[in-house]
């Protein structure tokens, strides 16, 4: 009796690497549109095309999804500038950041990442890497400056770093309306001008 059973190719990493991007996707188109509070991982799943379990397998929670969506979103809005000159590498990263961020959506599901990541150590580890990651990249901009010349070998990176995110988060906190691109390059300016100091 011949054997009727049909074989199913085994796609492997591919196949979970494209399930992952159609979740990521779907979770940012439907934060788009209706805000953190207007998302859950049913729809999320649905609008992907995938079961919840799916979902669940790799996040924790509708918080981790989003905030894995806005990292997701980041890496592709603001890449690591390189102008040939810091103060315009700053301005760029400071300003695609700022831009990023003020759009009210993002600003919302920063805001409720941060609130949800204080019950839940997944999330705030998954935060702590998304920040740390962004630190990362304005460290090496402003290194690079070293390199070029731009700025003295002495010049404090962390403390730099530490105050353009400190502004970020204030903001993001306190003046929503404050997250625009000009401000942002009054930041660069001062920072730029610091570092030169």
Same mark, same amino acid.
């Given at each position: 009796?011949?054997?009727?059973?049909? %074989?199913? #190719?085994?796609? +492997?990493?591919? *196949? @979970?690497?494209? &399930?992952?991007? /159609?979740?990521?996707? !779907? $979770?940012?188109?439907?934060?788009?549109?209706?805000?953190?509070?207007?998302?859950?991982?049913?729809?999320?799943?649905?609008?992907?095309?995938?079961?919840?379990?799916?979902?669940?397998?790799?996040?924790?929670?509708?918080?981790?999804?989003?905030?894995?969506?806005?990292?997701?979103?980041?890496?592709?809005?603001?890449?690591?500038?390189?102008?040939?000159?810091?103060?315009?590498?700053?301005?760029?990263?400071?300003?695609? %950041?700022? #831009?990023?961020? +003020?759009?009210? *959506? @993002?600003?919302? &599901?920063?805001? /409720?990442?941060?609130? !949800? $990541?204080?019950?839940?150590?997944?999330?705030?580890?998954?935060?702590?890497?998304?920040?740390?990651?962004?630190?990362?990249?304005?460290?090496?901009?402003?290194?690079?400056?070293?390199?070029?010349?731009?700025?003295?070998?002495?010049?404090?990176?962390?403390?730099?770093?530490?105050?353009?995110?400190?502004?970020?988060?204030?903001?993001?906190?306190?003046?929503?309306?404050?997250?625009?691109?000009?401000?942002?390059?009054?930041?660069?300016?001062?920072?730029?001008?610091?570092?030169?100091?």
């Amino acid at each position: 009796m011949p054997d009727t059973t049909r %074989t199913r #190719t085994h796609t +492997g990493s591919r *196949r @979970n690497e494209a &399930a992952r991007e /159609a979740i990521l996707t !779907a $979770a940012a188109e439907l934060l788009s549109e209706h805000g953190s509070s207007g998302v859950t991982v049913d729809r999320i799943a649905a609008h992907a095309g995938v079961g919840r379990q799916t979902i669940y397998r790799w996040w924790p929670s509708k918080d981790a999804v989003l905030l894995d969506a806005l990292v997701h979103s980041a890496q592709q809005a603001v890449p690591i500038p390189d102008t040939g000159a810091l103060g315009n590498d700053l301005d760029v990263f400071l300003r695609e %950041t700022f #831009t990023a961020a +003020g759009v009210e *959506r @993002n600003r919302q &599901a920063l805001i /409720a990442a941060v609130i !949800a $990541a204080q019950d839940d150590s997944d999330l705030q580890q998954s935060l702590h890497e998304f920040l740390a990651r962004r630190r990362a990249v304005l460290a090496e901009v402003i290194e690079r400056g070293k390199t070029r010349g731009d700025i003295p070998s002495h010049a404090a990176v962390e403390a730099a770093v530490e105050q353009a995110f400190g502004v970020l988060w204030y903001r993001i906190l306190f003046q929503p309306h404050a997250l625009h691109a000009a401000a942002a390059s009054e930041l660069a300016a001062a920072l730029t001008t610091q570092l030169r100091a």
